[in-house]
């Protein structure tokens, strides 16, 4: 069974940044070919994704509404991908969640929380 574990998130004045983290752990034959996504889900609404990223170096791709401020990096040494968030918005307040980006996903982690207010 495999095991997501999100972090980084918390209160954050709008403009400002945070990063966050997604660990897998379990068993996981090439983490390195896995298209992995950052997907948030605020409140009444549904869950989306925000971001995405293949194997293939630059590989990336971003929901109109993050395009520019966002970015989605791996290290898959450590099974692990980051999002680094800019420039926030109150908007971008949601509980950001990481998984597989496709056909077949994971069992969801407990997200982590991101609030962007002043």
């Known amino acids: 069974q495999v095991q997501l574990v999100e972090s980084g998130g918390g209160l954050v004045q709008p403009g400002g940044s945070l990063r966050l983290s997604c660990a897998a752990s379990?068993?996981?034959?090439?983490?390195?070919?896995?298209?992995m996504g950052w997907y948030r889900q605020a409140p009444g609404k549904e869950r989306e994704l925000v971001a995405g990223?293949?194997?293939?170096?630059?590989?990336?791709n971003y929901a109109d509404a993050v395009k520019g401020r966002f970015t989605i990096s791996r290290d898959n040494t450590m099974n692990t991908v980051y999002l680094q968030m800019n420039s926030l918005k109150p908007e971008d307040t949601a509980v950001y969640y990481c998984?597989?980006?496709?056909?077949?996903?994971?069992?969801w982690g407990q997200g982590t929380q991101v609030t962007v207010s002043s």
């Open positions: 379990g068993i996981i034959l090439r983490f390195y070919s896995m298209t």
């Open positions: 990223i293949g194997s293939a170096v630059g590989s990336t």
């Open positions: 998984n597989k980006n496709g056909a077949t996903i994971w069992p």
